[in-house]
């Protein structure tokens, strides 16, 4: 039998390893920290639900199959599954609803670099019931920012856009019925030529003069202020325009109450996100030296999480980080910053198995003041054991010998100085802390 | 539509999940400080890798699936993918590998209160190559005994026995082919009476005034040196058994070295584990007052993990704790002690939302000073605001009124002690910290 792991699913050597779970940790730590509580739900769903609000893509992507009579399948995001869950137990929860989820999703595409099958999202929502207050959509911007921070990721920008703004538009054009169409178009705009993305328009069945108009409408750039001032001097009356430029004038003016640089948010009228469901803001994120690793962090607001399970009103502002293609772009690069801790700080080696209890006494103190701590014994020359100290990397050697067997003391060796001290259990507990 | 989740699937409530989470954490740092790194594998496996090393019931219970041309299934433990793992990287990995692993595992069982098709398994491992020193057996005690101290669980009892001795005991009576027939069996010793025991080991055709022996043999009892002594006056010459013998020894002497209580250690010479591949020590673990729970952390000694896989021999020593089932039985009889951090320290709430940007710069400070704090900013009366403070239970409660805004400063709440104090951004962020 030939060991073998699947195409497209990450498996990491443990010092790799070590790195992802720090970067979940601190991801985890930084929700808690702007008041998300943890959610898990179930990677196994019923086909029917998970396949309730998708379509296209997702279907050919899923892991789906039927065990005895029921039709099983493997959530592809997580915000399916959260929107079951709300249905489910709304009863039972405290509104605003904030909770994050860092969990595996599953989607069989065809595997190629840097596309997994198998990956970690990481994701936070806040949800309300009928309405949700718009400063939440500048929390989401402070979670980003101090997230991406706290990973020691390269300088980043969050661009953001509102919704409203463009369909509102689209309205006072009098081409509202091609809003779905037109959203899709000016989400790639960046990826086509200007005269492909007329041409595009134009296939719509759009006429021309409207089409310049909205590309012009997409290109405004600018500061922050410049963008939100060109905004104004439109000087559109359409009710949609006009509430998504008031909501999206208060989020850049929250974000740096939040304190938020402003360099590193950016009003780009181009973001729409292809997803029909978002209704307001939009975010992606991207890195400023690499625009070829994609937007590493998305999301935006919604009007109705749940409505394909209830009549409810549930809307909520949320973002997804896919951790996995960050990991291992970031890795694949050169440019993961940030380290994981050592898991044990002390290796206690002895000259012969007959130190053995000296060497255990030893770790019950040090472990019980919670230092990590551990013993390398095996049959072997004490030059291999050395050279398992210097491959593991570890800060602190304790040898333990004929004459600190007699006399009852150990050798410690801060391996980063060099320095030895010949000390006690307790002492040593105390200098490692 | 209906939101339905799979039956045998957990899904907890935000606070059940906060403590869920907090065992989760405790579990890997104590695993961690005994100098285990974490592990990730897939979930998703070629059917034939998880199926390698298998047979009966799991072949039944697996999930398993194929998508386009191939066989896939979900991994039922974590230990086949361990041991696929250490074939595949055996050349990059550092012996002896001490990997720990929490990740969820699948089995189609009968759904039944208390039995979970989606689980946590809470995995340690110990592999080197060729030989595995006895010490890491008593190390596995170590964990075992720390990590339920510091989950807060039940007063327990670690049960260990080596599977040597009662081999060696079968072969002194001259019945060694039988041996894995009677290890099944002597594994059920406790749940069905003597008569029947002697009885089924009558049906695999052995005499009975052996089959007396050897149950006069697994009913020692005693403290464990009384136990050992026993097991020395048999006066068996049997290598096996004498090898058995001695390692027992070793593993409860060095488990005193380490600072194991004595009344958490107890030999019991009938408990075998029912799987055939462990070859020496073996561990179950019981809650003293809530044996109906069954075995609630369990493992042992194997010679060679990767036999399937490869002709290299790698021994190694682990244990499982099931975490969804114990969490589920613990909860359910009101016995989890453990509480989880609440997710936010701080809730700021204003009279007004005209003060919402007093708000957004004082969670800007908090939270720089790594303090978790959130606003609840929503269209209600400041009564419904103040409801929502105490159903979230939050610690420290700031309120923004006219008066606050007007003299720029925060009115902090201690909910505790109901004591209320005037402060700055700054001195809050001291206070509290």
């Known amino acids: 039998m030939t060991a073998r792991t699947l195409q497209g699913f990450m498996e990491l050597l443990p010092e790799e390893q070590i790195v992802m779970e720090r970067m979940k940790s601190v991801i985890a730590h930084t929700y808690e920290l702007f008041g998300f509580a943890p959610l898990d739900t179930p990677i196994l769903e019923l086909a029917e639900v998970l396949l309730s609000k998708s379509g296209g893509d997702t279907e050919k992507q899923i892991y789906e199959f039927k065990k005895g009579d029921t039709d099983l399948a493997m959530r592809f995001d997580l915000t399916v599954p959260l929107a079951k869950y709300v249905a489910l137990y709304n009863n039972s929860l405290t509104f605003p609803f904030k909770r994050y989820q860092i969990g595996k999703v599953y989607r069989g595409e065809r595997p190629q670099k840097g596309r997994f099958r198998e990956f970690y999202q990481c994701d936070i929502d806040i949800i309300d019931r009928d309405e949700l207050n718009i400063v939440y959509d500048a929390e989401v911007l402070a979670v980003i920012y101090t997230v991406f921070n706290k990973l020691e990721l390269p300088a980043f920008k969050i661009y953001i856009n509102n919704r409203k703004l463009l369909s509102g538009f689209l309205e006072s054009l009098e081409i509202a019925d091609k809003t779905v169409d037109v959203l899709r178009l000016v989400d790639k705009i960046k990826k086509i030529p200007e005269a492909a993305f007329l041409g595009e328009l134009g296939e719509l069945g759009l006429p021309e003069d409207k089409n310049k108009k909205l590309l012009e409408f997409i290109k405004i750039n600018g500061s922050n202020s410049q963008i939100l001032a060109k905004l104004e001097d439109f000087d559109i009356q359409n009710e949609t325009y006009r509430t998504g430029l008031a909501e999206l004038q208060t989020v850049i003016s929250q974000a740096a109450s939040l304190g938020i640089p402003a360099g590193n948010v950016q009003i780009d009228l181009s973001i729409t996100r292809g997803l029909d469901y978002y209704t307001g803001t939009v975010y992606e994120t991207f890195f400023d030296e690499h625009p070829e690793f994609g937007s590493v962090c998305s999301g935006g607001r ?76 095996r049959d072997c020359k004490f030059k291999k054991k050395m050279e398992y100290a210097n491959k593991i990397k570890i800060p602190y050697l304790v040898i333990i010998g004929e004459d600190e067997a007699a006399n009852n003391y150990y050798t410690l060796k801060d391996m980063e100085s060099g320095e030895q001290f010949k000390v006690s259990a307790e002492e040593m507990a105390a200098k490692i802390k």
Chains 1, 2 share one sequence.
């Open 302 to 377: 919604y009007d109705n999480l749940s409505s394909v399970f209830m009549d409810k009103k549930f809307p909520g502002v949320g973002i997804s980080i896919g951790l996995t293609r960050l990991y291992d772009q970031l890795h694949g690069s050169g440019l993961l910053k940030i380290k994981g801790p050592t898991p044990n700080k002390v290796l206690v080696v002895t000259q012969s198995s007959d130190y053995a209890d000296n060497a255990l006494k030893l770790l019950g103190v040090l472990r019980s003041r919670d230092i990590a701590a551990d013993v390398m014994l």
